[in-house]
């Protein structure tokens, strides 16, 4: 009973605050945009404040967003319409698709258990937490 009142608590949200104010993101989340989307222009920023964490979402003008936990670490990017930065994608990853995928971009990336690497032809590749393919979905 207290496990299911526990979970229960996680999944009720706090509140949802919808700003443009970048100040209100973690350091870290802050300098991956100043690095790698310095020219993209922030639509807003979504705090979504659970009882135990925080994630942040902001989303720019050109419909790429990026998701981020609690400590500013990404946990998404979704470029939509263009490549996720070379330069933010895990070396060893962007080795394999660029040896096996030649020409074709990156368009979206997501870590948790494992990453998930959605190519510009639409396949899905998954590599696990040391950047070793382990899949491929179509």
Same mark, same amino acid.
């Not at 967003?65 to 490549?83: L, T, Y």
């Not at 990853?93 to 690497?117: C, L, R, S, T, W």
């Given at each position: 009973?207290?496990? &299911? *009142?526990?979970? =229960?608590?996680?999944?009720?949200?706090?509140?949802?605050?919808?700003?443009?104010?970048?100040?209100?993101?973690?350091?870290?989340?802050?300098? /991956?945009?100043?690095?790698?989307?310095?020219?993209?222009?922030?639509?807003?920023?979504?705090?979504?404040?659970?009882?135990?964490?925080?994630?942040?979402?902001?989303?720019? $003008?050109? *419909?790429? @967003?990026?998701?981020?936990?609690?400590? *500013? $670490?990404?946990? @998404?990017?979704?470029?939509?319409?263009?490549?996720?930065?070379?330069?933010?994608?895990?070396?060893?990853?962007? =080795?394999?698709?660029?040896?096996?995928?030649? *020409?074709?971009?990156?368009?979206?990336?997501?870590? &948790?258990?494992?990453?998930?690497?959605?190519?510009?032809?639409? /396949?899905? /590749?998954?590599?696990?937490?040391?950047?070793?393919?382990? &899949?491929?979905?179509?």
């Amino acid at each position: 009973m207290i496990v &299911g *009142g526990l979970m =229960a608590l996680q999944t009720v949200s706090a509140s949802d605050v919808v700003t443009r104010d970048m100040a209100r993101l973690p350091r870290a989340a802050r300098e /991956l945009i100043d690095t790698y989307f310095a020219s993209e222009k922030v639509s807003y920023v979504k705090i979504d404040e659970e009882i135990l964490s925080t994630t942040y979402e902001v989303v720019f $003008v050109s *419909g790429s @967003e990026i998701e981020f936990m609690d400590d *500013g $670490v990404w946990k @998404e990017i979704d470029c939509r319409h263009s490549a996720v930065p070379m330069s933010v994608v895990p070396e060893k990853i962007a =080795a394999y698709v660029q040896q096996h995928f030649p *020409g074709v971009v990156i368009n979206k990336m997501e870590k &948790g258990k494992h990453y998930e690497v959605e190519l510009s032809n639409r /396949l899905e /590749l998954y590599f696990d937490r040391n950047y070793n393919f382990v &899949g491929i979905d179509d």
